[in-house]
């Protein structure tokens, strides 16, 4: 299943606008930073439906002082508790290599992982985690040195895969249509099309320093 995110921006890719399509094309949402327009600007994203109506935020949550982590919640307009947690990471590498943030979705029990890169047409990848301890790390660390080139290769390729999880969909870039196109294989997220566009949406807005 596939998502599109279409901009309206005043400049320079800085959006105040967001339209959220199904694989028809046909838009369902409509979502709009409005905390920039607060005397305290923040991140708030308002998300309306096509007719206008409220349908819930993407509420700005509590921040550390040195902001490595920052919070948000996905928060519909008929329900108490919220639909979703992200929270946008870094680490000091992502920093001093100017990386796009890692994005941690929580749904229910469920746990997602959001993975970026700056250039290029894919946008983020999205990942589960694996169930278990299927790995020896440590184990598998000690005994690099005896294995060959290509083989240490092979296994820091599984250590990787195994630190990011199975991949479930990614967000593209692509060349015409949509500025964004969201494509998602895991039927959880399938159900919560708004988590997919709160992600999209914050590193949208991280990217171009809204």
Known sequence: MSYGV???TFS???????????????????????????????RLVTISDTNGEGVGSVVPLSTSIWQWVRRFALQLMDED???ATIEERWNLVDRILLRLPCYRIQIGERTYTAHGKRHG??????YS????????EEGEQNDLPELSD???????????????GVKIGEITRPPSG????IDIQAASLRQNPLALTAI???????????
């Not at 985690?129 to 020896?136: A, F, I, K, R, Y």
Request: glycine share 6%; charged share 30%; no cysteine.
């Open 12 to 42: 320079e890719g800085h959006a105040y606008r967001y339209r959220i399509t199904d694989d028809n094309g046909e838009a369902h949402y409509v979502a709009e930073p409005t905390g920039e327009s607060l005397p305290n600007p923040t």
């Open 121 to 126: 047409e894919v946008f983020y990848e999205l």
């Open 81 to 83: 508790e919220p639909r």
């Open 129 to 136: 985690p694996l169930e278990g301890d299927e790995s020896d």
């Open 6 to 8: 279409y901009k309206s």
């Open 150 to 164: 290509t083989q240490i290769i092979k296994r820091l390729e599984r250590q990787e895969k195994l630190r990011l």
């Open 178 to 181: 949509a500025n964004y196109l």
């Open 200 to 210: 999209t949406i914050l590193a949208d807005m991280h990217l171009h320093g809204q």
